[in-house]
């Protein structure tokens, strides 16, 4: 009678065993698509090991929250989750935790306790239990799968936690390395500095910029930038200064653009900024607040103050230039802006 007991539990209600149907899921979770990896933490996974509800949250850990990205839930629950709450919801604990949750009743739970304060969509489940996975990858947490409502109402088996345990390191594992893919892609594409794009990839998106420009018409604006006296700044006060003057300068230029704005860490000193669909009048605008932006105030360094400026060139352009014209033409007027006293702005116009 107990080998007939075992095998029951080792079937699912479809009738397939169990161990037939982890191995194809194992192989869908292991993959860089997260939609497809939420699908099966929405769908199969409860299917596995029958609950009705299914939640995903991914760990933002830049600013410690965690975003909902997938549910099967027909009512309303938290889109965002912080980590800093006070007190911390269950959800939050098994994040610190890194463990498991597993609530058999969560009005008699006592480790940890749940207030009824921390509950505020309790009245839209069935049953009082529920298990919160944390999405572990490589000793840090990725995620939350959240599991409620066990058919039936007993509550997870030993069995249904193994496989929600085995499941969620594999999706930690998946999740983890989407995360590393996606750090390796920005690094590829942006400047380590600054955080802009590099000098290849502004290419790369001046030639999409100009091709929309000629599918849709419009023109684009680029300005070129250069940091005044740099050299002097690492020659006095060492290149870590420089490295100062350089971050602090690009943070100052992207608070000048609009987020459609484009802009690069050109060179060493040099930036340069794609303004699309952007008339020369508005360009010549931007330009000017950013010049006004740098040379505002100093920056501190070891108990100094090093002034800031630069000098600024831009044109505008139609969608049959070609990229290295338009750099070279808004190059030209940067040129003269630096022989013209620097701090300034100058702008690139054909002669008739």
Excluded at 130 to 143: H, S, T, Y
Excluded at 178 to 199: P, V, W, Y
Excluded at 242 to 251: H, P
Aim: one cysteine or more.
């Amino acid at each position: 009678m107990e080998q007939d007991d075992n095998s029951d539990r080792a079937t699912s209600e479809s009738g397939v065993p169990i161990l037939e149907q982890i191995t194809p899921l194992a192989r869908r979770v292991n993959c860089l698509d997260l939609d497809a990896i939420a699908e099966v933490c929405i769908t199969d996974i409860p299917r596995l090991v029958c609950v009705k509800f299914a939640s995903l949250y991914i760990l933002d850990d830049t600013n410690n929250i965690l975003h909902l990205h997938k549910h099967n839930h027909p009512f309303l629950i938290n889109k965002i989750v912080s980590l800093n709450q006070t007190p911390p919801s269950p959800m939050v604990m098994a994040v610190q935790s890194k463990r498991l949750i597993l609530i058999s009743d969560i009005d008699t739970h006592q480790q940890p306790v749940i207030r009824k304060s921390q509950r505020a969509f309790a009245e839209n489940y069935q049953t009082n239990n529920c298990a919160i996975v944390p999405l572990v990858c490589q000793d840090n947490v990725v995620g939350v799968l959240n599991l409620a409502d066990k058919v039936g109402g007993e509550g997870l088996t030993r069995e249904d936690i193994a496989l929600v345990e085995l499941f969620g390191q594999l999706v930690g594992a998946s999740i983890g390395n989407i995360k590393l893919f996606e750090r390796i892609q920005r690094q590829a594409t942006t400047d380590g500095l600054t955080g802009l794009i590099n000098h290849k990839t502004f290419y790369d998106m001046l030639e999409k910029e100009l091709w929309r420009s000629r599918r849709y018409g419009g023109k684009i604006s680029l300005i070129m930038i250069d940091v005044d006296g740099l050299k002097g700044v690492n020659d006095n006060h060492g290149h870590r200064a420089g490295d100062k003057i350089i971050r602090e300068i690009s943070r100052r230029i992207k608070d000048c653009i609009r987020q459609i704005d484009i802009a690069a860490r050109y060179g060493g000193d040099e930036f340069a900024v794609i303004l699309p669909n952007t008339q020369l009048s508005d360009a010549t605008v931007v330009a000017e607040r950013m010049v006004a932006a740098v040379a505002k105030s100093p920056v501190a360094w070891k108990g100094k103050q090093i002034s800031l400026s630069i000098s600024v060139g831009l044109g505008e352009y139609g969608p049959d230039t070609n990229p290295e014209e338009v750099t070279s033409k808004s190059d030209q007027a940067l040129y003269a802006a630096k022989h013209s006293g620097k701090n300034t702005v100058r702008v690139f116009r054909e002669s008739k």
